[in-house]
C-alpha cells in the first residue's frame, strides 16, 4: 500500500449507482466484541510502551516519575474561584477554545463585506452547532435589526393581505425542530480538484441548529391563501441584496416549513437572520431567507435574479439545471481529517457527519483503504429527519498510509456517489450540490490531507 501512495497512484471505488440492497456485505460488530477490540488495542500499546494515542497539539505525559499535574495540586483545587457577577451576563467558552471558530473564505462572491465564514466541523461534537460557530452566508452583510420595527407581509393570491409583527408571530402556536442547513455551494472547491486543506474549507458550510417557530402554512392560512391555484410562494428578505427565492406549495403544506425567530433555545443571531428567517428543511440554505419581510403566493415559479443566473447546476451539455434545491445524501468524516496529525500508531476513533435533504440517515459505511473493503459504522442518537446524524468506527491504525472514507445511505435508499460517478452524471464543471465521498490520506508520519480517489 506505502509504494502504491508513494507512486501517486490512488485506488479506485466502487463504480456505478448504487440502492441499498446492492451494497457490499460489511463487518458488523457487537458490543461485546466493540469491548473487547478497544481492550486488546489499548493493552497492546501498553506492552509496546507506546506514547498517548492522541490527535495533535498536545505533548505526551511522561510514563515514569509521577506527573505533577495530579501530585501538586493546582490553584483552582485550593483557591476561591470566580463569581458569577465578573462575567457579561452571557456565558462565553473558555479562553482556551480561542481557536474553534468560524473562518472566513475568499473563493466565492464577495461585496464589501467579508461574505462567507465556515463552521469548524473537526471540533464539533455530537449533531448540533453553537449558534455562535454556525456558518454564514451573506449577499449584502448582516444586520442587526430592531424587532419591534420589523414586519413581515403576507399578499399574493390570498383573500386577506396581512401585516405581522414579531409580537404578533410569536403568539401563534409553534414548533421546535432540528435541522441541519447547507449552503448549496459547499465543498465546491473539489470541483475543479482544488484540496483545500481541512474539513471546515471542505464542508464547514453545513451546521445543525434546533430552530423555533410557526408553520408557514398556519400564517398562508391565516391570509386566506389559494391553496388549490398556488403553487409556489416568494420568499423575500430586507437586506439589501433582497434575496428571493421561490418555495413549492407542496413542502409547504406539509408543514415543514416554518418563519424562525428562535435557535438554539433563544432568539435568532444577528447573522443568523434576526428577528425572522425561513426554514425549508432538506432544501439549499439560500432558500433559508434571512431577515424575512415579505411572503408573496403565486402560481408559477418566480424566476428571480437568485434563480435565474446563481445557484444552478451547469450539465455537461451546457443546459443549467434550475430549481435544484434539494441537498442529497452526504456524509464526511471530520476525525481525522486534514490538517490533524495522528501522533502514534493505535487505537483511533474515526467520526463524523452524515445528512440528506430527502429525510433520515439509515447507515454509513466507513473505509481505510481508499474503497476497497466497507466496515458499517455505528449512528448515534439520535436519528431525526433532515438533520445532520453523528457516527463512529473503531480503528487501530498500523502505521502504514491509509484513505479514510465515509459513504452514506439514507432512508429512501439513495447512496452516497463516488466522485467518477457524480461526473459521469454532472461533469467537472459545476459548482452545487456536490455530495462526493471524500476522501483522507493518513501518512506515514501520521499528517493527514485531502485527496481524491477517482
Known sequence: MKNEMDSGRVLKAPEGFLNRDAIQTVVHESK?????????AFATAAAGVAAPIVLAQSNPVPLSGGDPNILNLPEHSVGLGQSVASDSGYGKPSKYESNVQRRQSPGLTQT???????????SLFGIVTPSGLHFERHHQGW?????SKH???INGMVKSPKVFTLDEIMRLPSVSRFHFMECGA??????GNVAVPTVQYTHGMLSCSEFTGVPLITLLELAGADLTKGKFVLAEGADGSSMTRTIPMSLIKSGEVFVAYGQNGEMLRPEQGYPLRLVVPGIQGVSWVKYLRRLEVGDQPYGTKDEAVHYIDLQPSGLHRQYSGIQECKSVVTTPSGGQVL???GFYNITGLAWSGRGKIKRVDVSVDGGRNWRTARLESPIL?????????DWIWDGKPAIIQSRATDETGFVQPTYQQLRSVRGTRSIYHNNAIQSWL??????VKNVQVS
Open 32 to 40: 461485546q466484541g466493540r469491548r473487547d477490540f478497544i481492550r486488546k
Open 112 to 122: 464589501n463585506q467579508a461574505s462567507v465564514s465556515f463552521a469548524p466541523l473537526q
Open 143 to 147: 444586520w442587526d435589526i430592531d424587532p
Open 151 to 153: 414586519r413581515l407581509m
Open 186 to 191: 459547499n465543498t465546491a472547491v473539489d470541483w
Open 343 to 345: 501522533l502514534d500508531k
Open 385 to 393: 429527519s433532515k438533520a445532520l446524524s453523528r457516527f463512529n468506527l
Open 442 to 447: 493518513v501518512q506515514e508520519s501520521g499528517e
